[in-house]
């Protein structure tokens, strides 16, 4: 079995900083990709940033690049999404996508069960 858990969510004013955590724990071989992606009420989940683990190579959405960084701590098993400037329209449910290997089923990805983020004066 795989877990994973987000943390790091809350309330903050717009122009304000959140640093999100990524955990995975259980059967992993390894970790290959983990991507954040958010999804407000009514709309659909969007990408907001992903790593490639191995080469810590990473992609952002247009809406959130030069604010946003995403990071990884391998001997954790842990990702980062650092938020700064964070405006109203980036709240949302953030999620945590691991494409991951996983002993007899091989590659596999497993869903976070998300963190709140609620950006508002």
């Known amino acids: 079995q795989v877990q994973v858990v987000e943390s790091g969510g809350g309330l903050v004013q717009p122009g304000g900083s959140l640093k999100l955590s990524c955990a995975a724990s259980?059967?992993?071989?390894?970790?290959?990709?983990v991507g954040w992606y958010r999804q407000a009420p009514g709309n659909e989940r969007e990408l907001v940033a992903a790593?490639?683990?191995?080469?810590?190579?990473?992609n952002y959405a247009d809406s959130v690049k030069g604010r946003c960084t995403i990071s990884r701590d391998n001997a954790k098993n842990t990702v980062y999404l650092q938020m700064n400037n964070l405006k109203p329209e980036d709240t949302a449910v953030y999620y945590c996508?691991?494409?991951?290997?996983?002993?007899?089923?091989?590659?596999?990805?497993?869903w976070g069960q998300g963190t709140q983020v609620t950006v508002s004066s």
């Open positions: 790593i490639t683990v191995s080469s810590g190579s990473t």
């Open positions: 996508n691991i494409d991951l290997l996983v002993p007899r089923s091989g590659r596999y990805n497993a």
């Open positions: 259980g059967s992993i071989l390894s970790i290959l990709n």
